[in-house]
């Protein structure tokens, strides 16, 4: 019979990740952690016998934002608008923390906390490869500025997992999601850019949240 740590690690790993079949073979390992190859997340990587069961507590850090290294917004033209990227960064990390507070904290059974305890889960989250196809310069020009682009854009979440009170690794995450391809122009600007951007966010939010319920409900099932 497996105990309550496995059945609540096993639950958490089988909503937590899906193998992409276009995206590299992830490694088996992660600084201790070990792949479990599911269907919600490019890799998971979860600690042995971690019990993600016991949380009732999240701490979130701020996200942290680098964009893809061949990504180069700015034109070479001194007469055109540059991009204000620490902009960008910002928008999308206060955008992503309305969405995880709210999908994580949804019912009460999460409580999203400033401070490490013993019941606390500690999300640390990044995104590593941000790539925006037509970025918008419109609220910092005179004049109407319109954009179009064809390939959507794509963003990398990578998250860890650790114990609030200990500061253990429990888990890693790492997924890329790509822009809708409608495969015709299309009008960008910030409002359609965040507005995809939140739609990924609101999935990830939402798969960590049902892997950590299935955890909880997993460890019940098991008689705790």
């Known amino acids: 019979m497996r105990t309550i740590h496995d059945a609540a690690m096993t639950a958490a790993a089988a909503l937590l990740l899906s193998a992409c079949a276009t995206a590299p073979k992830p490694a088996g390992t992660w600084e ?16 042995p016998h971690a019990n993600l069961a016991r949380y009732s507590e999240i701490m979130l850090d701020p996200l ?8 180069n917004p700015n034109p070479t033209s001194a007469g055109l608008q540059r991009v204000d ?7 999308l990390a206060d955008e992503f923390r309305k969405v995880f507070t709210e999908v994580l904290s949804a019912d009460g059974k999460y409580r999203i906390v400033g401070e490490s305890g013993p019941a ?15 970025p918008d310069v419109s609220l910092s020009t005179a004049g109407s500025v319109r954009m179009y682009t064809v390939e959507p854009g794509r963003m990398t979440l990578a998250a860890e ?3 609030g009170a200990s500061g253990t690794l429990l888990a890693r995450v790492v997924d890329r999601k790509e822009g809708v391809d409608r495969g ?3 009008i960008t600007n910030a409002v359609t850019n965040l507005a995809d951007a939140r739609q990924v966010m609101a999935r990830w939010a939402r798969t960590i949240r049902e892997g ?7 460890a019940g099932a098991s008689g705790n």
């Open 32 to 47: 201790g952690l070990e792949l479990y190859p599911q269907k919600k997340f490019d890799a998971v990587y979860l600690r």
């Open 64 to 71: 942290e934002v680098s964009f893809d290294r061949n990504w």
């Open 85 to 91: 990227t620490a902009r960008i960064k910002r928008a």
């Open 120 to 134: 606390t889960l500690h999300i640390t989250p990044e995104i590593i490869d941000l790539y925006i196809n037509a």
């Open 161 to 163: 997992f650790r114990d």
């Open 184 to 186: 015709y122009l299309q």
């Open 212 to 218: 950590l319920d299935t955890a909880r409900a997993m």
